[in-house]
């Protein structure tokens, strides 16, 4: 999704609140793990935990939304293991189906 272009800002992306989050804890990782001169193993393994520790919580459609959109960011940027990832996004459904059976909000008689 993109926002119109004007002349002030061309055309400009909008992100996702949440996959901003984890895109932005990704790349903290990723500098601290230079600046410490770590190896591609070790960046790699921290970058990826910084992702993960990012992203909301499975409680809620909305965070459950937000949780999907951060994994597909993760496995198109290749943060997330590729046999890790269907584990998650089962956990997101497996959340999502949770919700139907919440109860729902109890309206006072008037």
Known sequence: MSNPATPEQPLALIRNAAVQHCCNARLRALQNSKAAKLDSYDTRK???????QAMPDLAGAENIRD???CVAQAMLLQVIDPTEAPKL????QVA?????????AEIPPA
């Open 67 to 69: 949780f999907i959109a």
């Open 46 to 52: 921290r970058v990826a935990e910084a992702y993960r």
């Open 89 to 92: 996004l089962y956990a997101a």
């Open 96 to 104: 999502l189906g949770t919700l139907r059976y919440q109860p729902k």
